[in-house]
């Protein structure tokens, strides 16, 4: 069995990782709180934007920043772009499935505990297909018991998340739950990095077409951060989920008054028009 490193960089790619892993979970969780002050298309346009959020930074680049540290002395390690692109859409596809269900199926502990099952094999899915994406000239495969344990937190940290999307709307509270869950994510990830076994190449070696971590995943990373933090400074402009549920509820008094008093409400529109052409319009003061 061959050594592997996961901290060729120290502690900087793990601490780089933790805070894309954080930064994905609270703005998944700033756009849930929206999403639940929504209805219709809007609610799926936040839970959209959650999704892409959780499963793009919280997880993709979470998982590939860490996979910058990773190393196998005296191999060279190239990744298949398009296995690699596919982990990132597989992410996206399960956490999105998984906000679906809770966002817009019943309100039960049982819709909850599906979500998260589904949710978390989308994150141990794309962490063990980002995995398969390395090509070098060796072989791996991974302890069972380590490798169940990665999935079960999986499994565990998506629920958690997703009951979080669910019961948190306050930001000091959004914040903790964020910091938890990067834990969460992070340690699934290092635990199945701990089970992978690494070996080498018996026979034909693994073909070497992909490409590197530096002309790749490096520019892919930064360019996804970016976006991140231009959402982030979207999603802080936004309206908050308290003024979307004010405009909803002001909305609703509206058309109450005009299905009770429809004579009522031409009225109302007609002295506030006569109103503002008054306002518009003053008669000349005498001279003086």
Avoid at 125 to 139: D, L
Wanted: with cysteine; proline share 5%.
């Amino acid at each position: 069995m061959l050594t592997v490193h996961n901290f060729s960089y120290g502690l900087l790619t793990p601490a780089l990782a933790y805070l894309m892993s954080f930064l994905g979970s609270f703005l998944a969780l700033r756009c849930t709180s929206r999403a639940r002050a929504s209805t219709g298309s809007a609610r799926r346009g936040w839970l959209l934007v959650a999704a892409v959020s959780l499963g793009v930074t919280g997880i993709w680049v979470m998982h590939f920043i860490a996979m910058l540290g990773f190393s196998v002395p005296g191999d060279t390690i190239r990744f298949n772009v398009l296995v690699t692109l596919a982990s990132m859409l597989l992410a996206v596809a399960f956490v999105s499935l998984g906000l679906m269900i809770i966002g817009f199926g019943p309100a039960t502990n049982w819709a909850l505990v599906l979500a998260g099952v589904v949710t978390g094999f989308g994150v141990a899915g794309m962490h063990y297909t980002g995995m398969a994406a390395m090509e070098g000239p060796f072989r791996m495969n991974y302890d069972p018991l380590l490798f169940v344990l990665s999935v079960v937190i999986a499994i565990v940290a998506a629920t958690a998340a997703l009951w979080a999307t669910l019961r948190i709307s306050k930001m000091w509270a959004t914040l903790a739950a964020s910091l938890i869950m990067g834990v969460a994510v992070s340690g699934m990830h290092y635990t199945g990095m701990a089970a992978m076994r690494v070996y080498p190449a018996s026979g034909t070696s693994m073909g070497m077409g992909g490409a590197s971590a530096s002309s790749f995943l490096l520019p892919l990373i930064i360019g996804v951060s970016v976006l991140t933090f231009v959402l982030t400074a979207t999603i802080a402009l936004s309206p908050t989920d308290e003024e979307i549920s004010a405009d909803a509820e002001l909305m609703r008094r509206i058309e109450r008054v005009r299905a009770q008093a429809p004579d009522a409400a031409i009225m109302i529109k007609v002295t506030t028009a006569q109103a503002r052409r008054e306002r518009r319009w003053r008669p000349p003061s005498p001279p003086h």
